[in-house]
């Protein structure tokens, strides 16, 4: 991951989000940012030191970058249902730009980390649970209307996501967490084109010589098994299984 570039204690003025800043809160009163990252992503603001909560005392964050933009408050953010409860308190925009408006100068040390992020689906249905299960810049929706691999690859383009990834530890501990009881979940790990030769189809990521959790004995390839489910239980791991199989499945969305 990127470093966060740092504006330090500069008096507002406009920046545009790659990936992350960090400003630091400003010593003067009345400094105003205006802050745009990619125009199909949303900004989310964390408090890397101080108080998101406390911070509104001395700034205002506004979805958008107008002179009418809403103000955006701590406590009215929506929960996705299944987002991790450790994460920080945070401010999500609903589009591209934002603004900060510093009322007066913090009493304490206050830094915001800004972060290019996914939006995170509410609506698509009671058959689907969404949430920030890893992280607050990224979605993850599981569906439990069991389809084949190729109708749930579909039907994650369809929300503008792609299926599963799992390319480390942490994140598959991370799903895991969210959706635990021994849940079979198809991923975009593949090796249709070419039998062994495994492929993150989501990201185009050769498996190896990446992070790759098999189960025991995984895989088989007994009646041409070639589309890989994610186990979810606790010990749970990757199994090949043919892709006519219907089983649920879990879309991610990464900025
Ligand atoms: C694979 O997953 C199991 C079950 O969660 C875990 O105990 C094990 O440490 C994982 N293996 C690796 C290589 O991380
Ligand atoms: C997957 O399911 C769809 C919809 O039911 C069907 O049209 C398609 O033939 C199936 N594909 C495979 C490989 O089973
Ligand atoms: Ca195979
Ligand atoms: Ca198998």
């Given at each position: ?145 069991r389809r084949n691999h190729s109708s749930q690859t ?30 079979y979940f198809w991923t975009s790990l593949t090796d249709a084109q070419q039998e062994g030769e495994y492929i993150?189809e ?5 498996l ?6 098999w189960s025991r004995s995984q895989p088989t390839n007994v009646d041409d098994e070639d589309c890989i489910v994610f186990y ?5 791991r990757l199994y090949d299984s043919p892709c006519s199989n219907i089983n649920d499945a ?6």
């Amino acid at each position: 991951m990127e470093m966060p570039s740092s504006l330090l204690a500069i008096c507002g003025g406009r920046v545009f989000v790659e990936n992350a800043i960090v400003i630091e809160a400003p010593v003067h009163e009345n400094c105003h940012w205006n802050i745009q990252t990619q125009e199909d992503r949303i900004l989310v603001i964390t408090a890397l030191s101080g108080n998101l909560k406390e911070a509104q005392e001395f700034l205002t964050i506004h979805d958008g970058s107008g002179k009418d933009s809403p103000i955006l408050i701590v406590e009215n953010q929506k929960i996705h249902e299944r987002s991790r409860k450790d994460l920080p308190e945070a401010v999500y925009t609903t589009q591209s730009t934002a603004s900060i408006r510093f009322k007066k100068a913090p009493t304490s040390n206050l830094q915001l980390k800004i972060q290019k992020a996914v939006d995170c689906p509410f609506n698509l249905g009671g058959e689907s649970q969404c949430g920030r299960v890893v992280d607050e810049i990224t979605c993850y929706c599981a569906t439990f209307t069991r389809r084949n691999h190729s109708s749930q690859t579909t039907y994650c383009y369809n929300n503008n996501m792609k299926l599963l990834t799992l390319e480390t530890y942490e994140k598959e501990q991370a799903i895991k967490t969210a959706w635990t009881g021994g849940i079979y979940f198809w991923t975009s790990l593949t090796d249709a084109q070419q039998e062994g030769e495994y492929i993150w189809e989501s990201t185009n990521t050769n498996l190896y010589p990446g992070y790759a959790n098999w189960s025991r004995s995984q895989p088989t390839n007994v009646d041409d098994e070639d589309c890989i489910v994610f186990y979810s239980a606790m010990s749970g791991r990757l199994y090949d299984s043919p892709c006519s199989n219907i089983n649920d499945a879990i879309c991610q969305a990464i900025p």
